[in-house]
């Protein structure tokens, strides 16, 4: 059955949430997902909490004026299974808006990568194993929008309904394959940090393709309508690549011929509203030349011997998945590698307490790395 809702078909008052709440805490097991406006907006914000148990789906609107802290009892109770499929998209997001912490959780996406199924995606496992087809019709819908059409609501709900009968057999399958453990730490690894607000970086149009190859003169042209187009979308909080896409940057920077002529040649909307703005920015990028010792050089994470067995332990890591037909990140993660060169243990119990060293990693290849890594240590050459 479905949870009462107002005309919306939305959760918005406290004593629904409340009512909810008391529903949930008598199940062992929920699926939650959750829908965000990234695709949309500037900052990303979290525009609708679903919620599954065996018996109904919920639809919550975050964006309402209401208290979701009581989603904290579910979220947080040790004795229910929280669902989700790519948990570490919505768990940020979940936390930063009702508080605490989800947990336990059961990844589906994970558990199909520990799996090695061929296919992880949400789509892929609803048809491989339940038969069913995804619509994907509303896969960048925009959330935001009050009241939500009732065709993307009730996509909405299809987004959780299914993940219970999803996570049995999964869950099964982990059992039968002896891969539980790999998986719980898997689970273990979701992201319970609030997401971080956007961070401009002024050097990022350095990146985009060709940008290096113009002249200092058009570089500097190329800096300024990159930050321009920023502090727009940040004022209209709209996606940067919505506001101006990244593919008419650079032609804009070349671009001489006054704002008349700029109009008729690009038909971006844009361009066509803020044409006589974007020549101001170019025309008064020359009063701040571009200068090349400006520009900071990142570091690199490892140099000289210790990229050398970086890349040795990448080599024997890559080996080894390939003799098991697994993905490399399942024996170790390249993070895991560089923490260890930049560790340098003197024995193997230290690999331990290496970052990314989990016990399941160690007991299936900690004997192969160590000796791999003594290898590295003995060749001074």
Not at 48 to 58: K, N, R, Y
Not at 149 to 178: C, F, H, S
Request: hydrophobic letters at 40%; proline letters at 6%; a negative charge.
């Amino acid at each position: 059955m479905k949870s009462s809702s107002g005309p919306s078909g939305l959760l918005t008052r406290g004593d629904e949430i409340e009512a909810l709440v008391e529903r949930l805490m008598q199940c062992e097991v929920i699926a939650v997902d959750a829908e965000m406006d990234s695709y949309f907006s500037y900052q990303t914000k979290l525009c609708l909490i679903q919620i599954s148990t065996e018996h109904e789906d919920a639809l919550i609107d975050p964006l309402a004026p209401v208290d979701l802290s009581a989603l904290r009892r579910p979220f947080e109770a040790p004795g229910i299974t929280k669902i989700l499929h790519a948990a570490d998209n919505d768990v940020p997001y979940l936390v930063e808006r009702v508080g605490g912490s989800v947990g336990p959780i059961f990844d589906t996406h994970a558990a199909a990568k520990v799996l090695g199924l061929p296919r992880a995606g949400l789509g892929g496992l609803l048809q491989d194993f339940l038969n069913i087809e995804v619509d994907k019709t509303f896969q960048r819908a925009d959330w935001r929008l009050r009241p939500l059409p009732q065709a993307q609501l009730e996509y909405a709900e299809g987004d959780t309904r299914y993940l219970i009968q999803l996570w049995k057999i999964l869950e099964e399958m982990l059992v039968e394959n002896g891969l539980e453990e790999e998986a719980r730490a898997a689970f273990q690894r979701v992201n319970q940090n609030p997401p971080q607000p956007r961070k401009f970086n002024p050097h990022a149009y350095l990146q985009l393709t060709d940008a290096r190859k113009l002249s200092p003169f058009h570089k500097a042209r190329l800096r300024d309508l990159y930050s321009w187009r920023d502090d727009l979308a940040r004022q209209l909080d709209e996606a940067v690549f919505r506001v101006l896409p990244d593919g008419l940057l650079i032609p804009l920077a070349l671009f001489s011929d006054g704002p008349e002529a700029m109009r008729a040649h690009f038909r971006h909307a844009t361009i066509q509203r803020q044409a006589h703005e974007i020549c101001r920015v170019t025309e008064e990028a020359a009063q701040n030349p571009f200068q090349a010792s400006a520009v900071p050089t990142p570091e690199p994470y490892l140099r000289g011997r210790q990229l050398e067995r970086f890349e040795k332990l990448r080599q024997w890591r890559n080996q080894k998945a390939q003799e098991l037909n697994i993905e490399a990140d399942r024996v170790f993660t390249n993070r895991s590698l560089k923490a260890l060169v930049l560790a340098q243990p003197e024995r193997a119990e230290d690999l331990a307490r290496v970052e990314g060293m989990e016990e399941w990693r160690l007991s299936k290849f900690g004997v192969g790395l160590w000796e791999a890594y003594s290898l590295l240590r003995k060749d001074r050459t």
